[in-house]
């Protein structure tokens, strides 16, 4: 069974950093493109960041472009996102998913989220 | 970015009823790359259907997707109360990938 579970929310001042971990169980991981999906509260998903299975290549939505950095270490089964520079609109669940490669990447399966509250 | 839209909003309806969702894209998703999930409230979003019309494994059958390059749907045939959910639509045809803004069906 595929189990995403994502870690390291919390309450962050602006301009603040924080650091998201999503351990994956139940897959190969290593064959698989990854994902940081977030929702503001009220609001619809969002698309933040991609990562392929070796990490040779990644994209990042141009909201957040300089300032996230994603990464994974897959001897550990582990998807990271590195937050700097947080501003009051990147409050929001954050979300781990995984990337089905058929017929382009959809996402099958997420992570349960974790809060991300950017505040003074 | 490929915006999509989503209507309605909101769509009220009773079990046993027949839900149809729409989603629209700004650009032409000329592979039909088109996913739909379910997402319940405090849960993380489910897939429902992929490519615009292939139900994804485990999805009963009365959920079924149609449409091609900018207008797409989602009919659930005989509403179950399992499905009053919130519904989300997900480009991956075009870069970035986006989604809609989500329609929520109540009771």
């Known amino acids: 069974e595929v189990q995403l579970l994502e870690s390291g929310g919390g309450l962050v001042q602006p301009g603040g950093s924080l650091t998201l971990s999503c351990a994956a169980s139940?897959?190969?991981?290593?064959?698989?493109?990854m994902t940081w999906v977030r929702q503001a509260a009220g609001k619809g998903l969002e698309w933040v960041t991609a990562i392929s299975g070796s990490s040779d290549s990644t994209w990042y939505a141009d909201s957040v472009r300089g300032r996230f950095t994603i990464s994974r270490d897959n001897l550990k089964n582990t998807l990271y996102l590195q937050m700097d520079s947080l501003r009051a609109e990147d409050a929001a669940v954050y979300y781990c998913?995984?990337?089905?490669?058929?017929?382009?990447?959809?996402?099958?399966?997420w992570g349960q989220g974790t809060l991300v509250t950017v505040s003074s | 970015e490929t915006v999509l839209t989503q209507s309605p909003g909101t769509l009220s309806l009773s079990p046993g009823e027949r839900a149809t969702l729409s989603c629209r894209a700004s650009?032409?998703?000329?592979?039909?790359?088109l996913a739909w999930y379910q997402q319940k409230p405090g849960q993380a979003p489910r897939l429902l259907m992929f490519g615009a019309s292939s139900r994804a494994t485990g999805i009963p059958d009365r959920f079924s997707g149609s449409g091609s390059k900018t207008d797409f749907t989602l009919t659930i045939s005989r509403l179950e109360p399992e499905d009053f959910a919130v519904y989300h639509c997900?480009?991956?045809?075009?870069?970035?990938?986006?989604f809609g803004r989500g329609t929520k069906v109540e009771v």
């Open positions: 139940g897959f190969t991981f290593s064959d698989y493109a």
């Open positions: 998913a995984k990337y089905k490669m058929v017929q382009g990447w959809y996402i099958d399966y």
């Open positions: 650009q032409s998703l000329n592979r039909n790359y």
């Open positions: 997900h480009q991956y045809d075009n870069s970035p990938q986006t």
